[in-house]
Each structure stands twice: as structure tokens, then as C-alpha cells.
């Protein structure tokens, strides 16, 4: 798992669908439109982080101009934690929005999800909608044979549209970050092993690489929300399996084509005995395991001094924020995936990079707000519309190219410049948000300076950082989880199987790392208690949902 997260209460979706209601989503049974003057209200739940308001956003009022569109939003955090429970009070209390907006790696739903609100009513068929008024998302869904499996329930609906991000940094998410600044001042070498590592780790914590006298270097810290500590440093032993959404670690590998885990393994338990090691000797961060972003970027940027010799994650921005007047921020180089004792190093690979589902129409909304909102991310789905949401007003986060300026791609005809992100305002774009139709096409026509450490060179900078991982990964041990749907008969068992699994994984891996359970003396006790929550089980369902996707049905 990354790490641990708050899983949030116990309210669970079969609950929230009970009063959900039955409604097919059919136009007939549409609740009447509530009008703003001749503006359609539209209920939207989306997260926001502390830097927005979606009520002043400029692209709100864009999107709200152009599609006749009287946003009313509800809003959460980025702490992922609380963001998924609001959504679960909302709909177990079926006070539910007309809208999901969300972000995949904060609060997207899961694919069990989907299935048991589509299949109660409570998420409409977008199917239709499409067709009839969103020929970009058509479009997409036709040429994209992966995206359409990704959006096309079993029974043939489509309840839930993902993002599609064709990122070449976020397709190897689980990297090292190691301060070069210190390993220069120590004279010490980019660890390639698990041992040099600890090495470094040891150095950075006892030899005062920040110069200011005190021992307040941080060796290794991250947070709950986007961290890889234990992905990173596991994959000298074992590989880890990423998962289906952002933030959220799979349980499933593939063994041939028989469907597995691997944190029951021999090999597992040799890598979580390693991070206990590091964790005995104050390497370490405690609070990797209970910080959010917020506060880990708190620390990234402590005014006082350089706190932070390392942190695993996906880009080093999440730690520490670009443009810091002292330069910190460019002290951050990527460590490639270590080789542990026994030869491994593998690293995660996730692909297609965005899968939680994040646009949903729900059976509160009106037909008039319905056509509205697919056609609003249908706009998205244009090449305008997301230099627009995702990237804001023209001229504010980016502008045209100018002569002489080159692609990330240097074979592609240049179409946007971001703006060094130290110029941005805040709150003049939806970024995230908006992130729908990010082809590999529309990221490499960004103009990106070839100095890495520049402030606009950044996206070069991780391009380069992601060569280092790039051929670590197994494909033959990734299950395709993306593609693959589970039984609708089972999927409310599913998705409690999950989340019985992950938080007994989560919460016995940090038991041993910590301490507070002994990895020689309780992992098979441990490891027999899978079975209790579920894994067996859970490993049959998706080896029957594996075997109907290889068979074609």
C-alpha cells in the first residue's frame, strides 16, 4: 500500500445506494430543471485545494458563460482521506450532487463503485448523451480502444467517464527524490542499492548537511496521500503493483495468467523487514505515515532551513514548492529504482495513468443540466478547451509559442508555453480538474526549456528523472486492471473485500515497519489472517473477471 491513509468511516456504498433509489436515469424521470435566469443550476461536488475558490475561479465563469451554467458547488479538500468519506456521507445521507467532478488521485470512484451506482439508479447511462451531443468524447471513446474499455461497464453502459492522461512521468509514479546538494557537501555517491542508501540516509542524518549546526535533518519523509515509500523501497525485493487509481495501490499481480498477490510472499516480507530496518535507526520519518500534503510541504519549505534529505514521490514539487527563493527546490535529483540483495529492482508501472472515475451524472440532475455538462466536457475534450480549463486564460499560466521556442518533443510543431509557476496566480485555472483528453500528443507540444532546473524546464526535468525507471517495470506481473470489470453480481462484495483488504494490509505493514508487531514472529500468523478479510476469495473473483476479459467477453 502507500502507505497509510485514513480509510474513513463505516458507512459503506451498499448503504449509500439503499437510499440512493431505483431511478433508471431515463429522461422521462429527470427532475425538473431549476433555472438561473437562463442559466441551468447544476449541485457539483469536486475537490479544491487551499489556494481555490471555484465560485471566483476565472474558468468557472468561462465554463458558466459558454454553457449557460449556474455552478453550485460543493467542495472538499486534497486530503484524499476526508474527501472520499464526505463523498460516502453524501450519498449514504442521499443528499448527493446532480455532479461528481473530481480528481482521480483525490477521491475518483472505483469500478465497483460505478457498477452499484449505476446499477441502482443513482448514476445515469452517459452513453446516449454522448452520442447525441459530445462528438469529441465520441471521438475519443472510437479511436481509444483502452479508454473505451476503461469507460464501458459490462452491461454496456458507460455510468462514468476517467480522465485520460498520457503522462510519461506519471507512468513510473514510484521514484526517489534525494537532495544532490547534501550528497555533494558529504562526497557522497547517487545510492544505486539498498545498503548505499542506508548509507546516505546515515550520513544525512548524523553529519549536518544543512550546515546550520542542529540535527534537524529529515532523512527520508513523505505523506499519507502521495506517498511511495513503501513502493519504492520494495521494489528492490518485490514488485509492487500500482493499482487502478492514483493514490490507491493495487493488491493484484499476474503469475502467467494466474491472478496473485504479492503481500503474502517471501519476498515482501524480506522488503518490509528492510524498511523496519531503516525505521529502527530513525531514517525514517513517523510522520511519513500520518502527515498529509499540506503538512509535508509545510516541512519542504521551512523558512529556517533545508529539512528534507529525501522523499518518495511522484515529482519533488509535492514536497517542496517551485521558485523558492533560496533555490531548494532545484536541489532534488531522482535516484534510480535500487538493486536489493538478491539482484531485484523492480519498479511500479502505471498504465494508463489516470483510472478513477471522475464525471458522473446522477438521477438529481435535469435533462437540461445533463446536456449542459456533457457538453461543457466535451469542450474539455478539445485541444481549447484544455488550454482553457486545465490550463486557464491565455496569457495568464501560458501563452503561444514564440520563434525559436521547442516542444518537449522536438519532432512536434509547438502549441502551448506554460508560464514559470512562481508567476501563476493563484486560482486562475481548474488544472486537475480538467485533465480529460491529456494525450501524448497535446503534453509534447508544450514548450519546455532544455536547462531542466529553469522554472518552465520542470516537465523536461521529470522526462529525464523517468529515463532512470523506464525498463524496470515487469509488464508480465502488471494485471490490466484498467480493462478488466468484475461480476456486477459481486461487485458490492468486491468493493467490501477491498476495502476490508486494504486497510488490514495497510495497517499490518505499518505494524511491522513501526515495530509494533515483529516480523519473524508474527508475519505468518499474520499472512493466514488474509484469508479472514477476504484475499482468497477476492483473488477468485478477479481471476473470473481476468479469464472473461482474455476470452474476449
Known amino acids: 500500500m502507500r502507505s497509510v491513509r485514513r480509510k474513513g468511516i463505516a458507512l459503506t ?73 464526505k463523498r460516502q456521507v453524501a450519498l449514504a445521507s442521499g443528499d448527493y450532487p446532480d455532479m461528481f467532478f473530481l480528481i482521480p488521485w483525490v477521491d475518483g470512484f472505483t469500478k465497483a463503485e460505478v457498477q452499484k451506482l449505476g446499477k441502482q439508479g443513482a448514476a445515469v447511462p452517459l452513453e446516449d448523451l454522448i452520442k447525441e451531443n459530445a462528438p469529441n468524447i465520441q471521438k475519443a471513446l472510437d479511436s481509444n480502444q483502452t479508454l473505451k474499455a476503461m469507460s464501458t461497464a459490462p452491461d454496456g453502459h458507460i455510468y462514468a467517464l476517467p480522465q485520460w492522461a498520457d503522462c510519461f512521468h506519471c507512468t513510473y509514479p514510484d521514484k526517489l527524490w534525494i537532495n544532490s546538494t547534501w550528497l555533494k557537501k558529504l562526497n557522497l555517491q547517487m545510492p544505486k542499492t539498498t545498503e548505499e542508501l542506508r548509507a546516505v540516509l546515515r550520513a544525512f542524518k548524523t553529519r549536518d548537511p544543512n550546515g546550520n549546526g542542529k540535527a534537524d535533518e529529515i532523512p527520508m519523509t513523505t505523506d499519507t496521500q502521495d506517498g511511495a515509500l513503501i513502493a519504492y523501497l520494495m521494489g528492490a525485493f518485490a514488485y509492487d503493483p500500482v493499482g487502478a487509481n492514483n493514490g490507491v495501490r493495487s493488491l493484484l499481480e499476474l503469475n502467467g495468467d494466474k491472478v496473485e498477490t504479492p503481500v503474502n510472499k517471501p519476498n515482501w516480507r524480506e522488503g518490509l523487514k528492510y524498511i523496519n530496518s531503516l525505521y529502527k535507526e530513525g531514517l525514517i520519518d513517523p510522520a511519513s505515515f500520518t502527515q498529509n500534503a499540506e503538512a509535508l510541504q509545510a516541512t519542504g519549505n521551512n523558512p529556517a ?57 446522477t438521477n438529481k440532475s435535469s435533462n437540461e443540466a445533463r446536456i449542459a455538462a456533457i457538453k461543457m466536457l466535451d469542450y474539455i475534450y478539445t485541444d481549447e478547451g484544455q488550454l482553457q480549463t486545465w490550463g486557464g486564460p491565455e496569457g495568464v499560466a501560458w501563452k503561444k509559442p514564440g520563434p525559436g521556442d521547442v516542444a518537449l518533443d522536438p519532432n512536434t510543431t509547438p502549441m502551448y508555453k506554460p508560464l514559470p509557476d512562481a508567476s501563476v496566480p493563484k486560482n486562475v485555472r481548474w488544472a486537475a480538474l480538467a485533465q480529460y483528453n491529456n494525450t501524448l500528443a497535446f503534453r509534447n507540444a508544450q514548450v519546455v526549456p532544455q536547462d531542466i532546473y529553469s522554472d518552465t524546464g520542470y516537465e523536461r526535468r521529470l522526462f529525464q528523472a523517468t529515463k532512470l525507471y523506464e525498463g524496470h517495470e515487469d509488464k508480465a506481473q502488471v494485471f490490466p486492471e484498467a480493462s478488466v470489470w468484475g461480476d456486477p453480481s459481486v461487485s458490492a462484495e468486491l468493493a467490501t473485500l477491498k476495502t476490508n483488504l486494504d486497510s488490514y494490509v495497510t495497517q499490518g505493514q505499518l505494524a511491522f515497519i513501526t515495530g509494533s508487531k515483529n516480523i519473524d514472529t508474527d508475519w505468518d500468523t499474520w499472512v493466514s489472517g488474509l484469508d479472514g478479510v477476504g484475499l482468497k476469495r477476492y483473488l477468485e473473483l478477479y481471476q473470473q473477471a481476468y479469464d472473461r476479459y482474455k476470452n474476449g467477453k
Open 305 to 361: 532551513a533545508v529539512q528534507i534529505g529525501s522523499s518518495p514521490l511522484l515529482h519533488p514539487y509535492i514536497f517542496v514548492s517551485p521558485g523558492s527563493k533560496d533555490g531548494r527546490d532545484k536541489q532534488y535529483d531522482a535516484a534510480p529504482p535500487l538493486t536489493g540483495p538478491d539482484g531485484k529492482s523492480y519498479t511500479g508501472y502505471n498504465y494508463p495513468t489516470s483510472t478513477g472515475y471522475t464525471f458522473m451524472l
Open 13 to 85: 456504498i451498499a448503504m449509500a445506494l439503499a437510499v440512493a433509489g431505483c431511478s433508471s436515469g431515463n429522461k422521462d424521470d429527470a427532475p425538473k430543471a431549476e433555472m438561473a435566469g437562463d442559466k441551468v443550476v447544476i449541485d457539483v461536488f469536486s475537490p479544491a485545494d487551499a489556494d481555490t475558490n471555484l465560485d471566483t475561479n476565472p474558468v468557472t465563469k468561462n465554463m458558466s458563460d459558454k454553457f449557460k451554467i449556474q455552478f453550485r458547488w460543493q467542495t472538499t479538500t486534497y486530503d484524499a482521506g476526508p474527501a472520499k468519506e
